[in-house]
């Protein structure tokens, strides 16, 4: 034989045989539902769920005492302080508030939980009493955390409320769980001095910015008969007069979680200690390693339950928490000020949590960038991200490590610098992420992603997809702390025999299923159901199928399945999803109506694209929600809408024949979107009942 060809052909064997290979993994079992119909799988690694991880704790305030014992001199809360606020003004005469901030500060895990106590006691000599409620309202901060387990120490139920809910949910949420401590920011006391005349049961407001007791409670506001403090002043209250601890039971209430819920006032969700151990305890014995070295940045609103299970998960792994806001986060945010830095380059993070509206952000902002760098760059950029793609599925030759470092280096560093440069593991939840988005986030930052599906109700409990699981659209297997179960639900068309895999509602059960909705006996009653041996199960509304590995997928929700006047199902979630690939669209509503046979959408207009589209067409325009009235405008977005309609390959029927469009983005401020971005189809039908009626109407 040719030596030559030997000398050729040998080293290929020797990689071919020694090449990586993706090896199959169960990390889902299928387990017997005791008789019960459907079909439920646990997680293959814990054959019984998890209730805690640490012997003998059993609440949060548990887990907080003895993790700020073990690493009491660790960094544990940092925050920037304010140096300057300055008003911008834009060519067009609008102003702009950009702030300048300074580096993070850091406290000690010992540190803080002297805070906690002083706090627990200065809330006693305040006057809250036993068996009251208090209520936290405000934004993502270190105290936040300090008063949530000042509140826990006393055995307090904390209501968290979010701090963009608009009054009459406000009102409806204090109202109910008569709450007679507020613990909220400068900017909410003046959102509840104004409505303080319905506020009977409130009798405590402690604000905490100092600034935020001068300067909002005047004189006049006075006559609320509340009592003010501020942080600092209670925590002075609590120095001197210390207060025996009163420490709550694993069966106590810890959180009343009001949830913005897609329709009508929000509810409130109860959770106990129990319940959010059990999360965090799942949480952690399956994370990659995460540890003292670690730093997160946390901004999300912790009145939502992946941040608060996020943060407390971090409490338990002596990780250093850095706090700060959507809208100060990269160096590019609206509210920094020019040439100063953002939270990411300022903290450097290496954990973080997202939603997927935030990372599919990201990723336009990430690719608009690159595509206006000119040819080249783009280029450059497409053959890096096709390069890593493609080893993703397991290279032949270990040229790869080194071809991955020229990579990172010419491209995908200046991606990673946008974060901090550091992020390595990114925690996904509030919704299911896009492949499209997970794949390149992962390849352009370089970060594993953890997905977790779950739900306040469930107290985040559910699913997670584990960062060495390389498939992409799944939610991953069910926590160790939860059991999900598939039911059949025929008059959408899905049943657990369904082949080649199970199919049906997701239903989850296991020590995470909150105790129901607060005051709200009949809506627990039909979500809520406990089986003959007592475990609790939540019926999530969500359609979900099992992949033979035991990884769940969701693939549509009940509630959103219209059926058109001639029969047709269409699914609105799974078109809306489709949709929003269409480069003209921000946001989308697809609106069905039983007693129509087409349905129509509203589509919030991207501003860049259908400028440039006008511009390119000479067509013109005074500003956005002019073009947006434009005939012209509306037809190329339907066209648009109908090709990726055809590459998604959705019928026909579910393709909107008819849109309006809109220049006003939906925000989580306007009502119209959930905190985590969702869209809320019943207040944004009522609102544009008008445009829809009108949609219907119209002849074409
Ligand atoms: C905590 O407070 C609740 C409600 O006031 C009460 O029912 C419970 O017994 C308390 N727990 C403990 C351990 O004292
Ligand atoms: C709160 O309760 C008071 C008195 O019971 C009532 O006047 C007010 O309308 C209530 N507000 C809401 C939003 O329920
Ligand atoms: C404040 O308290 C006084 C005396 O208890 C009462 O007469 C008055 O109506 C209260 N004012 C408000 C605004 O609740
Ligand atoms: C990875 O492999 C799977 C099947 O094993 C294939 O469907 C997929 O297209 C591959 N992806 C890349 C980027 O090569
Ligand atoms: C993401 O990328 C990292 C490093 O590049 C890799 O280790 C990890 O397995 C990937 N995870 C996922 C979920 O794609
Ligand atoms: C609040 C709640 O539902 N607690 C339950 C958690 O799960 C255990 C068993 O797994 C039950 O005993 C609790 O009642």
Not at 40 to 53: D, K, L, M, Q
Not at 310 to 333: C, F, H, K, Q, R
Not at 391 to 420: C, H, M, P, Q, Y
Not at 469 to 476: A, E, F, N, Q, T
């Amino acid at each position: 034989m040719n030596p030559y060809l030997v000398g050729l052909l040998v080293p290929i064997l020797i990689a071919f045989i020694f090449r990586k290979t993706k090896s199959y993994k169960r990390r889902g079992l299928p387990v017997n539902s005791g008789g019960e119909p459907g079909y439920a799988v646990r997680n293959a690694r814990f054959p019984s769920p998890i209730e805690t991880a640490w012997e003998g704790v059993s609440t949060i305030s548990g887990l907080f005492e003895i993790s700020c014992k073990k690493y009491s001199s660790n960094h544990f809360l940092g925050s920037r302080d304010l140096i300057s606020t300055e008003t911008e003004v834009t060519a067009d005469g609008r102003s702009f508030e950009k702030l300048h901030l300074g580096d993070y500060q850091w406290v000690s895990y010992g540190e803080v939980f002297d805070a906690v106590l002083t706090f627990s006691s200065g809330l006693a000599k305040l006057g809250h009493k036993k068996g009251e409620r208090a209520a936290i309202f405000a934004d993502t901060r270190a105290e936040w955390l300090i008063a949530l387990q000042g509140c826990f120490r006393r055995n307090i139920t904390v209501v968290t409320i979010y701090s963009s809910l608009g009054e009459e949910a406000l009102c409806h949420s204090l109202n109910e769980t008569e709450v007679t401590t507020v613990i909220c920011g400068h900017k909410e006391l003046k959102k509840l001095l104004d409505i303080s005349g319905q506020l009977v049961s409130v009798k405590r407001v402690i604000c905490i910015d100092d600034a935020g007791i001068s300067n909002g409670v005047s004189s006049e506001d006075r006559n609320t008969n509340w009592t003010t403090a501020s942080f600092s002043e209670v925590k002075r209250l609590g120095r001197e007069n210390p207060a025996e601890a009163d420490l709550p039971a694993s069966s106590d209430i810890a959180v009343i979680m009001y949830t913005s819920g897609s329709t009508g006032l929000p509810k409130g969700v109860m959770m106990s200690h129990g319940n959010i151990l059990a999360t965090v305890s799942a949480v952690i014995s399956i994370v990659p390693d995460i540890g003292v070295k670690d730093i997160y940045l946390a901004y999300l609103p912790l009145a939502h339950i992946l941040e608060l299970v996020a943060e407390n998960a971090m409490v338990a792994m002596g990780v250093g928490i850095g706090y700060g806001s959507p809208l100060t986060l990269t160096d590019t945010s609206n509210k920094i000020k020019r040439g100063t830095r953002g939270d990411a380059s300022a903290l450097r993070p290496t954990v973080m949590t997202a939603v997927p509206a935030i990372l599919d952000r990201v990723r336009d902002g990430v690719r608009k960038k690159v595509s206006a760098k000119g040819r080249f760059s783009k280029k450059l950029f497409d053959i890096a991200y096709g390069r890593k793609l493609s080893a993703i599925n397991g290279s032949w030759l270990g040229a790869w490590a080194l071809e991955k470092t020229l990579w990172d280096f010419l491209v995908f560093k200046k991606v990673r610098a946008i974060l901090g440069g550091r992020v390595r593991f990114l925690l996904s939840g509030g919704a299911p992420l896009s492949g499209d988005t997970q794949r390149f986030i992962n390849i352009s930052l370089g970060a594993a992603i953890g997905q977790g599906y779950g739900l306040t109700e469930t107290c985040a409990g559910g699913t997670f997809s584990e960062a060495d699981d390389i498939s992409i659209g799944r939610v991953g297997a069910p926590l160790p702390c939860s059991f999900i179960k598939l039911i059949d639900w025929p008059e959408g068309g899905y049943l657990t025999s369904d082949s080649p895999m199970p199919r049906g509602e997701v239903v989850i059960g296991g020590p995470n299923v909150t105790a129901g909705y607060f005051k709200n006996e009949e809506k627990t009653r039909e979500v809520y159901k406990v089986d003959e041996k007592g475990m609790r199960w939540f019926c999530t509304g969500d359609i979900g199928q099992f992949h033979p590995d035991g990884c769940l997928e969701i693939i549509d929700r009940k509630k959103d399945i219209v059926k058109l006047q001639h029969g047709e199902y269409v699914s609105l979630g799974k078109v809306e999803a489709a949709l929003i690939a269409s480069p003209y669209v921000d946001s989308i509503m697809v609106h069905a109506d039983p007693f129509q046979s087409f349905c129509v959408a509203l589509v919030v207009a991207s501003p860049p694209a259908l400028e440039a589209w006008a511009h390119q067409r000479g067509l013109p325009f005074a500003d956005l929600p002019d073009l947006c009235r434009k005939r012209e405008a509306t037809t190329e977005v339907l066209s648009s809408l109908i090709k990726v309609g055809k590459s998604a390959r959705l019928e026909k029927f579910e393709v909107p024949p008819r849109v309006k469009l809109l220049a006003e983005p939906w925000t989580p401020e306007s009502g119209l979107v959930t905190a985590a971005l969702k869209i809320k189809r019943e207040v944004i039908k009522k609102t544009f009942s008008g445009d829809l009626a009108e949609l219907y109407s119209s002849s074409g």
